[in-house]
């Protein structure tokens, strides 16, 4: 499976930003597409998946009511849209598929990672 995230970029604190995560490969190689994060004061942490077989979707905490996880399938691309961000939002971004249909917000439940994309929250 090849994947790629992008969309990241430079946004004040209360904006917003669209990450997307194109993928390619096997179906069975991507049942679950998972957002992970990892900041300079953070190490890796799960934000966000989407099963790409019912679209059921899981949130850590600290992004719940602020951002969505969405799927297109005819264009196999998963996206995250983030609103309110705030200044600990400032990681890199990266997104990551897994076999297992069970993976949720775990990076060990998970076997390719694309590469990140630098979001930065500030004033």
């Known amino acids: 499976v090849q994947l790629q995230a992008s969309g990241g970029g430079l946004v004040h604190p209360g904006g917003s930003l669209r990450l997307s995560c194109a993928f390619s490969?096997?179906?069975?190689?991507?049942?679950?597409i998972g957002w992970f994060r990892q900041g300079s004061e953070f190490g890796r942490e799960g934000v966000s998946c989407?099963?790409?077989?019912?679209?059921?979707?899981y949130y850590a905490d600290f992004v719940k009511g602020r951002f969505t996880v969405s799927r297109d399938n005819t264009e196999n691309t998963v996206y995250l849209q983030m609103d309110s961000l705030k200044p600990e939002d400032t990681a890199v971004y990266y997104c990551?598929?897994?076999?297992?249909?069970?993976?949720?917000?775990?990076?060990?439940?998970?076997?390719?990672w694309g590469l990140g994309t630098l979001v930065t929250v500030s004033s």
């Open positions: 989407i099963s790409n077989l019912d679209g059921s979707t």
């Open positions: 490969g096997r179906t069975s190689d991507y049942r679950v």
């Open positions: 990551a598929s897994a076999r297992w249909r069970g993976a949720r917000l775990k990076w060990d439940e998970y076997e390719s």
